[in-house]
Each structure stands twice: as C-alpha cells, then as structure tokens.
T-cell receptor, first 118, second 111 residues
Framework: GAVVSQHPSRVICKSGTSVKIECRSL??????MFWYRQFPKQSLMLMAT?????????EQGVEKDKFLINHASLTLSTLTVTSAHPEDSSFYIC??????????????FGPGTRLLVL | GESVGLHLPTLSVQEGDNSIINCAYS??????FIWYKQESGKGPQFIID?????DKRQGQRVTVLLNKTVKHLSLQIAATQPGDSAVYFC??????????FGSGTQLTVLP
C-alpha cells in the first residue's frame, strides 16, 4: 500500500500556543488530502478536505480560522491548530488519495499525531 | 443523515478461530467500500476493499462480503491471530467521494 507520514507523532503544548502538523504522501501524488480527528474509543471524524492548490473545505462545526490547512504541493499538507486549548487535545490523522489508477479511490492514512494541550 | 454503522462494538474470538465483523450502511448510492484496521495509537490501515458490482472479494486470510439488497457488509478473518486484535472500521464512499466511517468494532483475540 501507499505510504503516508505525519510529523510530529506526538506533541505537548501549552494552552494558547499554535501547533503545526505535517502530512506527507511518500510514494504517490496526493491530489486530495483529508484531516480527521479521533477521540478515545470513537470513530474518525472528518474535519476538512483539501485539494492541492485550493482552499480546504471544512465540515460543519469545524472552525476554519482555528484549524488552518495548507495543501501547497501534491505531497504535503499541513494542519495548524491555532491558540490551542485543552479541548483540542485529540488524535489527529491525515489521509491522502491519488487522482487515478490503483490508488485513485483508496485513502491511505498516516500514523496519526497525538496532541495534548496543557 | 446517511451513516455507516456496525452491529457489534466488541468481539472476542479464540486464537485460530474465524472472525466475522459486520457492518450496515444506509447510503444506497455508495459504490465502494473499504475495511480498515486500527491498532492502538496508530492510524487506520487499509485491509481490503470491494466495489458495489461485486458481492465477494478475497485477500490473504480476509474476505469481504457485500449484500446490497440489505445494505450489509462483512469482514471475515480466517484463523484469527493475536496480531489481528484491533479496532476494525468499515467505510463507504458515496457520490461525494468521501469516506464515511462506521463506529468500529474492537476485536480481541483470546489465547
């Protein structure tokens, strides 16, 4: 399967600071990347969808000014949690999807980033 | 709204037995389905997929069955091993080409 990486794998920050999470597709060009949030014992909840070179589309209830997404290239998307608060503590997972071929439909997921806001 | 749901939140099986994880979906327009495995603290891992024009697909030790009449999907794992212990999610892809995840089933393999 395709390889998607995330960095950092875990981060602890103080309340009010901003945190940037990177998501990279390592062996294919990801025209679309997705950001999910997952709380303990729950399923993945889609936060936003981003297409390379376009503004991200946010799901209802997700603040676009708080969760800044940039998809500047076909292999990199970043999620910045601005002015983080303890309630933002969660497991953030990105996924990437190619444009065509064998990887065209399948989303491949990164390993996730554990964010803890103190 | 449309959703993908699972029948059982937890499943325990003896090592070596077969496991069957079920999933019900409600979006009749969904044409592509995927099973993911998620181990603790990790991202979901692709297991197997199936398109709506098929009713069965086999992989290595895994089989996915699709019954479009009753909108039901199942994942069968043969000779379940301790390494199979994880949460399993089904997901469907509808016309918007976005994944909709079910709530997940925790599979525990007993020694």
């Amino acid at each position: 399967g395709a390889v998607v990486s995330q960095h950092p794998s875990r981060v602890i920050c103080k309340s009010g600071t901003s945190v940037k999470i990177e998501c990279r597709s390592l062996d294919f060009q990801a025209t679309t990347m997705f950001w999910y949030r997952q709380f303990p014992k729950q399923s993945l909840m889609l936060m936003a969808t981003s297409n390379e070179g376009s503004k991200a589309t946010y799901e209802q209830g997700v603040e676009k000014d708080k969760f800044l997404i940039n998809h500047a290239s076909l292999t990199l998307s970043t999620l910045t949690v601005t002015s983080a608060h303890p309630e933002d503590s969660s497991f953030y997972i990105c996924s990437a999807r190619g444009s065509s071929g064998g990887k065209g439909e399948t989303q491949y997921f990164g390993p996730g980033t554990r964010l803890l806001v103190l | 709204g449309e959703s993908v749901g699972l029948h059982l939140p937890t499943l325990s099986v003896q090592e070596g037995d077969n496991s069957i994880i079920n999933c019900a979906y409600s979006n009749s327009a969904s044409d592509y389905f995927i099973w993911y495995k998620q181990e603790s603290g990790k991202g979901p891992q692709f297991i197997i997929d199936i398109r709506s024009n098929m009713d069965k697909r086999q992989g290595q030790r895994v089989t996915v069955l699709l019954n479009k009449t009753v909108k039901h999907l199942s994942l069968q794992i043969a000779a379940t091993q301790p390494g199979d212990s994880a949460v399993y999610f089904c997901a469907d892809v509808g016309s918007a080409r976005q994944l909709t995840f079910g709530s997940g089933t925790q599979l525990t393999v007993l020694p």
